[in-house]
């Protein structure tokens, strides 16, 4: 049984189509990688599959249970989300916003292992030297980095990120992604909003192209990360080429058409 899935999900803001008749299944024990250009419907997407947001039409699943029956504290001991805003409007430290993330496990069992989980996320996040830091004065990456722990510290079977290496040094984005590999390769279903479409590659066990609020492609890196594809769905031309060392896909921009422009200008 999926972790999460999502069936004619459509979703218009006025007059705008947002989502049209998404299907998706997001699976146990895999990292899904939802891409595209500006506007396809990516963030909205995790929203709607978050619960935060409602379809107009469709349905969300979550456990085999539509959203609408899930209780919020319980849908939040089962799926922790990452919005790609950082933003705490009381100057909490940071190691309390990362403790924020076990609030809905309070007066269960599991509360007992508040402090060993967030200083564990702490660590494994590099926040460990912030925690006394007001949240509201960290950089961006150190907020995205604090928010991602807490995030972790649910500790929920379901993770869904949006733009989580946004503002990230390269270090720190090979480190959440290696992270959100980690949880899935524990049994969590993975979901995360990416732009870098070579970290996609890298680290997601499948993708899913969105374009115009459409899953216009899915599956592997290899099967959905064509140069013809790709070029068609961002409007530039893109090179797809393979790493000779590693094997790894690099989907770069073909810059050749622009500098041959300028040269001409």
Do not use: C
Not at 114 to 140: I, K, N, Y
């Amino acid at each position: 049984m999926n972790a999460l899935t999502a069936r004619a999900v459509t979703l218009s803001y006025g007059h705008r189509p947002v989502l049209d008749a998404v299907d998706l299944d997001v699976r146990r024990r895999e990292v899904l990688a939802l891409v595209g250009p500006n506007g396809a419907g990516k963030s909205t997407l995790l929203s709607v599959l978050a619960g935060d947001v409602v379809p107009d039409d469709g349905t969300v699943e979550l456990e085999g249970r539509p959203l609408a029956e899930w209780r919020l504290r319980a849908m939040a001991r089962e799926r922790a989300v990452l919005t790609q805003e950082h933003r705490i409007s009381f100057p909490f430290p940071a190691a309390d916003v990362v403790r924020m993330g076990r609030a809905p496990w309070r007066g269960l069992p599991e509360e007992d292992e508040d402090d060993r989980v967030v200083a564990e996320v702490m660590a494994t996040t590099d926040v460990e030297r912030l925690a006394a830091q007001p949240f509201s004065l960290l950089s961006g990456g150190e907020k995205g980095r604090t928010s991602f722990a807490r995030a972790l510290a649910q500790r929920t079977g379901v993770l869904l990120l949006d733009e989580p290496t946004a503002a990230l040094d390269i270090g720190h984005q090979e480190a959440v992604l290696a992270r959100a590999r980690e949880e899935a390769m524990s049994g969590a279903a993975v979901v995360v909003v990416l732009h870098d479409l070579s970290l996609a590659a890298a680290w997601a066990d499948r993708v899913a192209l969105l374009h115009r609020g459409r899953v216009t492609a899915e599956g592997t890196p290899a099967e959905v990360f064509t140069a013809p594809l790709l070029s068609l769905v961002y409007d530039h031309p893109i090179d797809v080429l393979t790493h000779p060392a590693t094997g790894e896909l690099l989907v770069l921009p073909d810059r050749r058409t622009s500098l041959s422009r300028e040269e001409t200008a």
